[in-house]
């Protein structure tokens, strides 16, 4: 897997929240993750040991895992990050289910995906039910994905727990004073609705540029993909007012929610959707597709969740949230008020009782 300063989205950011709040749970933690260009393949980094390896889902990270055994109780892998340790080593295993690749390649064949890009995550998908099977016990990040993984892998569901992701509410609720500077830097003017994640067909996005057509609206979108240059003759050819900024660091995030007015998520598939939380943390009213395991974390108040790739919806829902600013206001209140319950320490609590968990019952063996 990725680590800082190597970015690879959600779960490079969760990995790193979660050691962190781990550590400060009094825990040594080590992590064993992809080679960086411009960090040392040994460091202490923020507390944490980071140990760099050339590919992490083959033998390397199994061997260099296996030199570890010594200082560590048990291995916590993500997804098929796992596999390369999990076929050379038996040692107490906590696999992390962030999504199921059997899901996002039926879900891919479904939106018409290329041929090439199938049969990789065919492969992904062999690599991830032997993990799953493998493992002494897995954390799943909704309930949507325990489902998949038990219906399609066949794993027990006494095996599983689930655990939604956290939010660093802080620095998303701290952010607002920035609000009127960033605005400027990115040239927004108008009520902005934004958007954040990859620009991939599957998370919608050309839904939410039709949504907005015709709106009094600026859209931002913050992300990058191989469905950029489309979305954005799109948006052209419809008169939408959007702004792309391409990929925007994760430290640099909490000031670009800051810039918005309401943020939209119209994923057509989404294991759970870090946008909900950080749109709560940051008090933002949210627009949200209800794909996958994103209604288990909205909160009735905070927005609306419509139908996946329900065009109208979703303009009917962002216009009640853009025509009254009350709404808005009551809305991003409420969310306010909830992103508490999503704190990386109630995660690392509950990592660590299933880590406990699979101690037991090894000894018990």
Known sequence: MDYPPRMAGGTTIHTRALALALLEAGHEVHVVAARADDAPDEELREGIHVHRVRWPYTAWSGIRTGKLLDEIDVVHGHGTCAYGFMRLHDFPTLVKMHSTWLAETNRYREIGGGASRLMAMRTYTRMERYCTRKADHLICITEAIARETEEGYGVPRDRMTVVHNGVNVFAFSMAMPLREPTREELGLEG?????????????????????????????????????????????????????????????????????????????????????????????????????????????????????????????????????????????????????PRYSWGRVAEATLGAAERVLAERAND
Not at 223 to 249: H, I, M, P, S, Y
Not at 257 to 277: F, K, R
Not at 282 to 297: Q, Y
């Open 191 to 339: 009520l902005t609705i934004g958007y954040v994640g990859r620009l991939e067909l599957h998370k919608g996005v050309h839904h939410l540029v039709e949504a907005v057509k015709g709106m009094d609206v600026e859209l931002l979108v913050m992300g990058d993909g191989n469905q950029r240059q489309a979305l954005e003759a799109q948006a052209r050819e419809l008169g939408v007012k959007a702004t792309f900024t391409g990929f925007v660091e994760h430290e640099e995030m909490p000031r670009h929610y800051a810039a918005t007015d309401v943020i939209c998520h119209p994923s057509l598939y989404e294991p759970l959707g870090n946008v909900v939380l950080e749109s709560m943390a940051a008090g933002k009213p949210i627009v949200a597709a209800d794909s996958g395991g994103l209604g288990e974390v909205f909160e009735p108040g905070t927005g609306a969740l419509v139908p996946p790739g329900d065009v109208e919806a979703t303009r009917e829902a962002l216009r009640v949230l853009v025509e009254d600013p009350e709404a808005r206001r009551d809305a991003g209140r409420k969310g306010l008020e909830t992103a």
